[in-house]
T-cell receptor, first 111, second 113 residues
Framework: RKEVEQDPGPFNVPEGATVAFNCTYS??????FFWYRQDCRKEPKLLMS???SGNEDGRFTAQLNRASQYISLLIRDSKLSDSATYLC????????????FGTGTRLLVSP | EAGVTQFPSHSVIEKGQTVTLRCDPI?????LYWYRRVMGKEIKFLLH????????ESGMPNNRFLAERTGGTYSTLKVQPAELEDSGVYFC???????????FGPGTRLTVT
């Protein structure tokens, strides 16, 4: 079983829609979580960090559920420019600091 | 502020050759990470430097890979000899704090033929 799992999608949504992705993690020692956005053939760009129960930044909301070991990303009022792959990453805060990534969820926002 | 830079952006080499990738982290970031994404798979950790010291090299696939960070500034990752399965995108990331956020460079796309 992979340490971090994501539905690869694609999620096809119209402009203005609300869309949510889930990311599950298997290592209960994971403490910090991150959502990155990756455009085709580009580097991952940090979108949000989640250190406690959740985080909100404009149209984007991330929530962490430690009991069920998943984090979610909610995008409200989707824009065409939101089309990208969204990567979930987990990190333990003790010992090693490496990020463990999921394979990503592809989002396509259409007019 | 300049971001993480990587050189070259693309490299095509033949099996058995040597390639050296370079990463310049964000100025002042002591923590430097190498990751790799092979086709169809997730991004995977290779190793972590704190200044010039290797903090964690648990992700290095084998002894054909050698990473250095002399002087604690830029880092190089050398693959010698390259094999077909080494093809992928090699990303470098840096952070000011090991518990902080990691910022990625544009990656080097390596193709071994």
């Amino acid at each position: 079983r992979k340490e971090v799992e994501q539905d690869p999608g694609p999620f096809n949504v119209p402009e203005g829609a609300t869309v949510a992705f889930n990311c599950t993690y298997s290592n209960s020692a994971s403490q910090s979580f991150f959502w990155y956005r990756q455009d085709c053939r580009k580097e991952p760009k940090l979108l949000m960090s989640v250190y406690s129960s959740g985080n909100e930044d404009g149209r984007f909301t991330a929530q962490l559920n430690r009991a069920s070991q998943y984090i979610s990303l909610l995008i409200r009022d989707s824009k065409l420019s939101d089309s990208a792959t969204y990567l979930c990453a987990a990190r333990m805060n003790t010992g090693f600091q490496k990020l463990v990534f999921g394979t990503g969820t592809r989002l396509l926002v259409s007019p | 502020e300049a971001g993480v830079t990587q050189f070259p952006s693309h490299s095509v080499i033949e099996k058995g050759q040597t390639v050296t990738l370079r990463c310049d982290p964000i100025s002042g970031h002591d923590n430097l990470y190498w990751y790799r994404r092979v086709m169809g798979k997730e991004i995977k950790f290779l190793l972590h430097f704190v200044k010039e010291s290797k903090q964690d090299e648990s992700g290095m696939p084998n002894n054909r890979f050698l990473a250095e960070r002399t002087g604690g500034t830029y880092s190089t990752l050398k693959v010698q000899p390259a094999e077909l399965e080494d093809s992928g995108v090699y990303f470098c990331a840096s952070s000011p704090d090991p518990r902080g956020e990691q910022y990625f460079g544009p990656g080097t796309r390596l193709t071994v033929t």
